[in-house]
C-alpha cells in the first residue's frame, strides 16, 4: 500500500489555467506538508497543516490555496497558473509536528507541473 | 540565503568505496535529518539526528554533527550501485517552526558497478 499518493503524477497545462493536485496518506499522520522543487532540485516547503489546521503558510503567491478537508487529505490548488510555477510538487507527511522528535517525513512521488 | 548547503554537490565513486557528504546550515536546530532522493522518486529518510547528539549509526550510514560549526556529514560505506541518488540534509529549528524542514540543494551521488 502507498502511504502517501498523490495525484496526478504529470500534469501539463497552459499559461492561465486552473489546476489541482491531490494527495492523500494512509499513515494515520496528523500533520502534512507541500513543498515545491525546482529545476536545480531545491526543496522549499510552501504549506503545512496539522489536524486540518494551517501552521505553515510560506511566502506562496495567493494564486496557491492549500485545502485539507481531513487530517488524511491536503491539496493543493493553483489559480492562474505562470510559466514559473513548473516544477515538482511534493505532499509529505509526519506523525506529529509538533513533537519534533516525530517529525519523520514521508513524502509521495511527487506531480511534475509542466506550464505551457 | 539556504539554510542547508550541501558539500560536494556531485561525487562520483566507485563501488565498494566510502562517500561522505558535508552539510552546514545557518541558524540554531532542534535536529538534523538526511533523506535520499532516487531519480523521479519522492524522498526517503534516511537517519535524524539530535542537536545534543554527535554522531548516529544507520546500518552503512554514519552521521556526525558538529552544532559548533554548525555542520554535518554523512558517511555511506562500502557503497553499492544501488545508493546511487542525491542526498540531502534538512534542518528543524524546533520551537514555533513545528515540523518545518529547511533543505539544502542536495549532493548528486553516483557509484559506478
Redesign the interface.
Not at chain 1, 40 to 45: D, R, S
Not at chain 1, 103 to 110: D, V
Given at each position: 500500500d502507498t502511504a502517501?499518493s498523490q495525484t496526478p503524477k504529470y500534469l501539463v497545462t497552459q499559461m492561465g489555467n486552473d489546476k489541482s493536485i491531490k494527495c492523500e496518506q494512509n499513515l494515520g499522520h496528523d500533520?502534512m506538508?507541500w513543498y515545491k522543487q525546482d529545476s536545480?532540485?531545491?526543496?522549499?516547503?510552501m504549506f503545512?497543516y496539522?489536524n486540518k489546521e494551517l501552521?505553515?503558510n510560506e511566502t506562496v503567491p495567493n494564486r496557491f490555496s492549500p485545502k485539507s478537508p481531513d487530517k488524511a487529505h491536503l491539496n493543493l490548488h493553483i489559480n492562474s497558473l505562470e510559466l514559473g510555477d513548473s516544477a515538482v510538487y511534493?505532499c509529505?507527511s509526519?506523525q506529529d509536528?509538533?513533537r519534533?522528535?516525530k517529525?519523520?517525513?514521508?513524502?509521495?512521488?511527487?506531480t511534475r507541473l509542466s506550464v505551457l | 540565503s539556504q539554510q542547508g548547503e550541501e558539500d560536494p554537490q556531485a561525487l562520483s565513486i566507485q563501488e565498494g568505496e566510502n562517500a561522505t557528504m558535508n552539510c552546514s546550515y545557518k541558524t540554531s536546530i532542534n535536529n538534523l535529518q538526511w533523506y535520499r532522493q532516487n531519480s523521479g522518486r519522492g524522498l526517503v529518510h534516511l537517519i535524524l539526528i539530535r542537536s545534543n547528539e554527535r554522531e548516529k549509526h544507520s546500518g552503512r550510514l554514519r552521521v556526525t554533527l558538529d552544532t559548533s560549526k554548525k555542520s554535518s556529514s554523512l558517511l555511506i560505506t562500502a557503497s553499492r550501485a544501488a545508493d546511487t541518488a542525491s542526498y540531502f540534509c534538512a534542518t528543524n529549528a524546533g520551537g514555533t517552526s513545528y515540523g518545518k524542514l529547511t533543505f539544502g540543494q542536495g549532493t548528486i551521488l553516483t557509484v559506478h558497478p
Open positions: 502517501v500533520t506538508y536545480k532540485k531545491f526543496l522549499k516547503i503545512s496539522n501552521i505553515i511534493f509529505a509526519s509536528a509538533s519534533l522528535a517529525n519523520i517525513q514521508y513524502f509521495g512521488a511527487g | -
